[in-house]
T-cell receptor, first 113, second 111 residues
Framework: EAGVAQSPRYKIIEKRQSVAFWCNPI?????LYWYQQILGQGPKLLIQ????????DSQLPKDRFSAERLKGVDSTLKIQPAKLEDSAVYLC???????????FGDGTRLSIL | GENVEQHPSTLSVQEGDSAVIKCTYS??????FPWYKQELGKGPQLIID?????GEKKDQRIAVTLNKTAKHFSLHITETQPEDSAVYFC??????????FGKGTRLSVIA
């Protein structure tokens, strides 16, 4: 079974620019998560989708971050405008449903100059 | 909300020895406790998980124990090998609430 696919693997931008990340979950997984992992820390949930609906976005900085999962499969996460403190690895995970184990992709490493 | 503390932050063991990583959680209603292994440049990989109705679970060289009364759970790796070197994360959640992760333990297995 193919795992969670993410692209790009790396991205370098200047502060105040915009950036977008893409995630394709494991086939059949209804629940999709975006996490932010700052160096030396554990992943922190940004947003959780169930199919194409948002379940939890309480920790998403909505003034600059947005995410969508229009057809209930692929998802994109956008940052606009980026700040220096957004430098992190952005991980996507998926699960069959919210009560099943989460499986992670390899992430996008974002560097803000 | 839930808070997960993980110790130690770094751990070095000789190849063949055992390694133990401990986590404590704050919310007594938490009922799911996974452990993830993260290698450099990779995403976290689920290696074992336990639910609150079980006290111990084993998978080959890896075991997890849960003490609900004390609100702590531990990862045990026996007969460690160099390929076990990685960062290990514990996490906890209850029901449909988000997974809350510990800060990680960097395990080094010295050949």
């Amino acid at each position: 079974e193919a795992g969670v696919a993410q692209s790009p693997r790396y991205k370098i931008i200047e502060k105040r620019q915009s950036v977008a990340f893409w995630c394709n979950p494991i086939s059949g997984h209804a629940t999709l998560y975006w996490y932010q992992q700052i160096l030396g820390q554990g992943p922190k949930l940004l947003i959780q989708f169930q199919n194409n609906g948002v379940v939890d976005d309480s920790q998403l900085p909505k003034d600059r971050f947005s995410a969508e999962r229009l057809k209930g499969v692929d998802s994109t996460l956008k940052i606009q405008p980026a700040k220096l403190e957004d430098s992190a690895v952005y991980l996507c995970a998926s699960s069959l449903n919210p009560n099943q184990p989460q499986h992670f992709g390899d992430g996008t490493r974002l560097s803000i100059l | 909300g839930e808070n997960v503390e993980q110790h130690p932050s770094t751990l070095s063991v000789q190849e063949g020895d055992s390694a133990v990583i401990k986590c404590t959680y704050s919310d007594s209603a938490s009922n799911y406790f996974p452990w993830y292994k993260q290698e450099l440049g990779k995403g976290p990989q689920l290696i074992i998980d336990i639910r609150s109705n079980v006290g111990e679970k084993k998978d080959q060289r890896i075991a997890v124990t849960l003490n609900k009364t004390a609100k702590h759970f531990s990862l045990h790796i026996t007969e460690t090998q160099p390929e076990d070197s990685a960062v290990y994360f514990c996490a906890a959640k209850k029901g449909n609430t988000p997974l809350v992760f510990g800060k990680g333990t960097r395990l080094s297995v010295i050949a």
